[in-house]
């Protein structure tokens, strides 16, 4: 078989959009295609034309046939002759010759990716890949009748997934696919549902950022290109106490001026929208999200078959989130995707305060029995802490007096490339809020652990950390934080327990952030594990000598006298 460029094809078919014959602009370019031995789409669609002519009419008339009988990697969503007669009924035409040639050369790129794309590949949400229209498709599957059936943008089902052919994936569906034709911006206005935030969409502009097409000729700037919204309904608004507009605008607008950048009202809507293009898959897999209130994130997360939006844990209080409507979300737009949300939410305003991070608080080792007092050997994988692949560490329950509820991480970390350990590690940390921190990480020492050059969200700290490194005795609380040191526990006797000073960093945005150690250096050795128990965040502006902690886990606050 003749080796192809697959890209030469991406060219072939934006030529055919403008409706250049392929054939033409193949022999201008001297490209000879080449096919397996295999039949192809195209050859399927024409062994089975009681199944596929009209598609196959579609595809001669747009000119397009040669593409999908040339050797490649395509996956395409075949509507039958009944889906194509649905189609030609519902848009008044009596034959798809009938049908403009743009509104023809659209349905063929919607129907069309250039991968292979098998239902093993599908997700509650969007298709790894766009269509060749630009346009992501959602799949999902329908249970009826006693049997479950694949379904592509919540109507068309696929009656046939997964036929082989030579160079792709053929899905037969039983209705045509039609592109979104409509903004985020039109969405909301075209439901009265969403009366008010469509209001509010327009006093303070952000109807019309909404409202702009991906890039274009009009629309240079890519990185505007898609966008996500989260809109509140009327319904939602009124049981916050916002039964109007006005209501809402009179709450929170306090210049006056709703397009005030600085404007609560201005920000509240900013909030709700999301740079990228974020269907429910998306969201599910981070964390956070950016918004387009400056430095202002929503934290999400799944819990069970519900998809929570700030559901947060602040200082040590629980805070309710609010749901994503599965069923009325992932709606496409022609720039975006709008989400329905099913409870008022806003930016919080909030002071920075400590965290105190213990780094084995992970969620899948508190489950298990051996979590307090017992050990947890040859753990290779943790939501909230990665580390180099090919090794693994350990949890240590019975860590000493000196750790923080007695426990502690045990990991494999080497500052030597040549040594065969795991050469960083990092943790997820808690939500901390915006300002700035002094940064201390406490451990117990180990003479053979090494240098690490410590990083938050890729920032380094000014403090190299030597894990062999012993604390200070004998000296005054002061003299020790002057010499970069304290106790975080009662256990103040042993110098083995140490807090160490890494320096102070500016956390840009309320989130969780990313703390992580690079070995550097082999210190006093490299041949053993690295025992680590806290990180803390402290305001730069707040006492960081206390609060110290009790190695049950409890507060021990700073002596009054």
């Given at each position: 078989m003749?080796?192809?460029?697959?890209?030469?094809?991406?060219?072939?078919?934006?030529?055919?959009?403008?409706l250049?014959?392929?054939t033409?602009?193949?022999?201008?370019?001297?490209i000879?295609?080449?096919t397996?031995?295999?039949?192809?789409?195209l050859?399927?669609?024409?062994e089975?034309?009681?199944?596929?002519?009209e598609?196959r009419?579609v595809?001669t008339l747009t000119?397009?046939?040669?593409?999908?009988?040339?050797?490649?990697?395509?996956t395409?969503?075949?509507?039958?002759?009944e889906a194509i007669?649905a189609?030609l009924?519902?848009?008044g035409?009596?034959?798809?010759?009938a049908l403009?040639p743009?509104?023809?050369?659209?349905?063929v790129?919607?129907h069309i990716m250039e991968d292979?794309?098998?239902?093993?590949k599908f997700?509650?949400?969007?298709?790894?890949?766009?269509t060749m229209?630009?346009q992501?498709?959602?799949?999902?599957?329908n249970s009826?009748g006693?049997?479950?059936?694949?379904?592509?943008?919540?109507?068309?089902?696929i009656?046939?997934?997964?036929?082989?052919?030579?160079n792709?994936?053929?899905?037969?569906?039983d209705k045509?696919l039609?592109?979104?034709?409509k903004?985020?911006a039109?969405?909301?206005?075209?439901?009265p549902r969403?009366?008010?935030?469509?209001?509010?969409?327009k006093?303070?502009?952000?109807?019309?950022?909404l409202n702009v097409?991906p890039?274009?000729?009009?629309n240079p700037d890519?990185?505007?290109r898609?966008?996500?919204?989260m809109v509140?309904?009327?319904?939602?608004l009124?049981?916050?106490?916002?039964?109007t507009?006005?209501?809402?605008?009179a709450?929170l607008?306090?210049t006056g001026?709703p397009?005030?950048?600085?404007?609560?009202?201005?920000l509240f809507?900013a909030?709700h929208?999301?740079?990228?293009?974020k269907?429910l898959?998306?969201?599910?897999?981070a964390?956070?999200?950016s918004?387009f209130a400056?430095?202002?994130?929503?934290?999400?997360?799944?819990?069970?078959?519900?998809i929570?939006?700030n559901?947060?844990?602040?200082?040590?209080i629980?805070?309710p989130?609010?749901?994503?409507?599965?069923?009325?979300?992932?709606n496409?737009a022609?720039?975006g995707?709008?989400h329905?949300?099913?409870?008022?939410?806003?930016?919080k305003v909030r002071s920075p305060?400590?965290?105190?991070f213990?780094?084995t608080?992970?969620?899948?080792l508190?489950?298990?029995p051996?979590?307090?007092?017992?050990?947890?050997?040859?753990i290779?994988?943790?939501a909230g802490?990665r580390?180099e692949s090919?090794?693994t560490?350990?949890y240590q329950?019975?860590?000493?007096a000196g750790?923080?509820?007695?426990?502690?991480f045990?990991i494999?970390?080497?500052g030597n490339?040549?040594?065969?350990?795991?050469?960083w590690f990092?943790f997820d940390?808690p939500?901390?809020?915006?300002?700035r921190y002094?940064v201390?990480?406490?451990?117990?020492?180990?003479?053979?652990s090494?240098?690490?050059?410590?990083?938050?969200?890729?920032?380094?700290?000014?403090r190299?950390i030597?894990?062999?490194?012993?604390?200070i005795?004998n000296v005054s609380d002061?003299e020790?934080?002057?010499l970069g040191?304290?106790w975080?526990?009662?256990q103040t006797?042993s110098?083995?327990y140490v807090?160490?000073?890494?320096?102070t960093l500016?956390i840009?945005?309320?989130d969780?952030h990313?703390?992580?150690?690079?070995?550097?250096g082999t210190?006093a050795?490299d041949?053993n594990?690295t025992?680590i128990d806290m990180v803390?965040?402290i305001?730069?502006?707040m006492?960081?000598?206390?609060?110290?902690?009790?190695?049950?886990?409890?507060?021990i606050?700073?002596p009054t006298?």
């Open positions: 003749k080796t192809i460029v697959k890209r030469v094809f991406r060219r072939i078919f934006e030529i055919a959009c403008a250049v014959l392929i033409a602009a193949c022999k201008k370019d001297n000879i295609y080449s397996t031995s295999d039949v192809n789409i050859g399927y669609l024409d089975n034309s009681s199944t596929y002519s598609f009419k595809l000119k397009t046939a040669a593409f999908l009988g040339a050797y490649g990697e395509y395409v969503f075949a509507p039958t002759n007669s189609y009924k519902e848009k035409a009596a034959s798809v010759e403009a743009e509104q023809l050369m659209d349905l790129k919607y292979t794309v098998a239902t093993t997700t509650d949400g969007k298709l790894p890949r766009l229209y630009g992501y498709l959602i799949t999902g599957v009826a006693g049997s479950a059936k694949f379904t592509v943008n919540r109507s068309t089902n009656i046939t997934p997964n036929i082989r052919t030579g792709g994936i053929i899905h037969a569906i045509v039609e592109p979104a034709n903004t985020i039109e969405m909301v206005a075209a439901d969403f009366s008010i935030f469509n209001q509010m969409l006093e303070t502009g952000f109807f019309d950022t097409l890039v274009n000729n009009t890519s990185t505007r898609w966008q996500t919204l509140e309904s009327d319904e939602v009124a049981s916050a106490g916002f039964p507009y006005e209501s809402l605008k709450r607008c306090k001026n397009k005030n950048p600085a404007d609560s009202l201005y809507a909030y929208i999301l740079p990228d293009i269907y898959a998306d969201i599910v897999s964390t956070s999200h918004t400056p430095f202002e994130v929503i934290t999400t997360k799944q819990q069970r078959d519900e929570l939006v559901d947060d844990t602040f200082n040590g629980h805070e989130g609010v749901g994503i409507s599965r069923p009325l979300s992932d496409s022609s720039n995707v709008l329905v949300i099913g409870g008022h939410f806003g930016i305060y400590g965290v105190y213990d780094v608080d992970q969620p899948e508190m489950s298990q051996a979590f307090n007092g017992g050990v947890i050997n040859g290779a994988k943790l802490v580390w090919g090794y560490i350990n329950g019975n860590a000493g750790h923080f509820k007695g426990n502690r045990m494999p970390f080497a490339p040549s040594t065969k350990r795991a050469h990092e940390t939500l901390i809020v915006r300002g002094k201390w990480v406490s451990y117990r020492t180990n003479t053979r090494p240098l690490a050059q410590v990083y938050v969200d890729g920032n380094p700290l000014a190299i030597n894990f062999a490194e012993y604390g005795r002061s020790m934080e002057a040191f304290k975080h526990t009662e006797g110098s083995n807090c160490r000073y890494l320096g500016d840009a945005t309320t969780k990313v703390i992580r150690f690079e070995g550097i210190g050795g041949g594990g025992w803390h965040f305001p730069a502006d006492d960081q000598l206390w609060p110290r902690f009790h190695t049950n886990g409890t507060i606050q700073k006298n």
